[in-house]
């Protein structure tokens, strides 16, 4: 099993929806949860951390389930900017995070 | 502009040839990160340092080599034994110490390696 999976998509939504990806972890001692976002041949850069809380910045929604192991990205209102992958990273305890595979999105006029 | 810089963007290697991957960042971290990306897949950690004269092999080291002389100056060396080094090359950089914003690691722009 991966330390960190996720949906691969893609999805493929019109302007304006509501989406969500979820990501589930397999170290319960993981301790720090991010997303980052990955345009097509560039570098990630952190969207946002993850709160045991949850968390909202703008249209973006970040949950943590510790007892499922999961977490998840809601976006509201989707821009044909938000169209990238989505990649989901844990901090499982080593060193050096873990970085899931990605979860595309692709928002459509 | 503080940042982390990857040089060259591209590169293009013969068999049986070393290649090294620039890496600088001025951003005062500490630790240090080197990762590989194939297309549609996750990153992989080749390998880290968290300070300088250290550093600690990940999950796929083999074939390639590093040093951290400088604690703003992180290189990758792919050594001819690595068979399959076609790939995105990104490094990163964070710092070290208690609280959630050491965990996060900031990325230079990627160097894409070829083989001729």
């Known amino acids: 099993r991966k330390e960190v999976e996720q949906d691969p998509g893609p999805f493929n939504v019109p302007e304006g929806a509501t989406v969500a990806f979820n990501c589930t972890y397999s170290?319960?001692?993981?301790?720090?949860f991010f997303w980052y976002r990955q345009d097509c041949r560039k570098e990630p850069k952190l969207l946002m951390s993850?709160?045991?809380s949850g968390n909202e910045d703008g249209r973006f929604t970040a949950q943590l389930n510790r007892a499922s192991q999961y977490i998840s990205l809601l976006i509201r209102d989707s821009k044909l900017s938000d169209s990238a992958t989505y990649l989901c990273v844990v901090n499982t305890g080593r060193r050096a995070l873990t970085f899931g595979s990605g979860t595309r999105l692709q928002v459509q006029p | 502009d503080g940042g982390i810089t990857q040089s060259p963007k591209y590169l293009f290697r013969k068999e049986g040839q070393n290649v090294t991957l620039s890496c600088e960042q001025n951003?005062?971290?500490?630790?240090m990160y080197w990762y590989r990306q194939d297309p549609g897949q996750g990153l992989r950690l080749i390998y880290y340092s968290q300070i300088v004269n250290d550093f600690q092999k990940g999950d796929i080291a083999e074939g390639y080599s590093v040093s951290r002389e400088k604690k703003e100056s992180f290189p990758l060396t792919v050594t001819s034994a690595q068979k399959n080094p076609t790939a995105f090359y990104l490094c990163a950089s964070s710092i070290t110490g208690a609280g959630l914003a050491k965990n996060i690691q900031y990325f230079g722009a990627g160097t894409r390696l070829s083989v001729l």
């Open positions: 170290n319960s001692a993981s301790q720090s």
């Open positions: 951003l005062n971290h500490d630790a």
């Open positions: 993850v709160y045991s």
